[in-house]
């Protein structure tokens, strides 16, 4: 199971979470762990390039793309390989919603379509979408969300 899916900004604020099957109060746990791994540990990091890292028996897979950091976490089935493929349909999502890699303005910019995304490729904490054309295709089909 996808644990969790969390996108941030340089300065370790929150951008975009997305848990599954965490308890509430663990939550803020795993937001500052994360957050404090990549602070520790994504600096002079290549777009893209993916480092792992293990913890309470669960595996994270991490990247830096354009500002924003995203981590993904997942355990059972979801090893590092699941989630290396995880993290690269995610990738290349959000360059597909932007453009290229985001910077954090551009990022909340493309806020909306970034999380229908999401939405479209982890459904209950599992892979569902894959393919590039059918995500921006189910994104495009959805009406607005009213806040």
Not at 74 to 87: F, N, P, Q, T
Not at 90 to 113: M, Q, W
Request: net charge negative; proline share 3%; with cysteine.
């Amino acid at each position: 199971m996808i644990l969790a899916l969390l996108f941030a900004n340089s300065e370790g604020n929150i951008l975009v979470e997305r848990f599954n099957g965490v308890p509430a109060e663990e939550r803020l746990h795993w937001r500052s762990f994360l957050v404090k791994l990549g602070a520790d540990n994504l600096k002079g990091v290549k777009n893209e390039e993916l480092l792992v890292a293990s913890h309470k028996s669960v595996y994270i897979v991490y990247t830096v793309l354009g500002d924003v950091s995203v981590y993904v976490v997942g355990k059972d089935e979801y090893d590092e390989l699941a989630l290396a493929e995880v993290i690269f349909v995610i990738t290349s999502a959000v360059k597909d919603v932007c453009g290229k890699p985001p910077t954090e303005r551009l990022f909340l910019d493309k806020y909306g379509k970034i999380c229908l995304s999401l939405d479209e490729i982890i459904w209950k904490g599992y892979l569902e979408n894959t393919e590039k054309d059918r995500i921006r295709r189910l994104v495009r089909l959805k009406p607005p969300t009213e806040f």
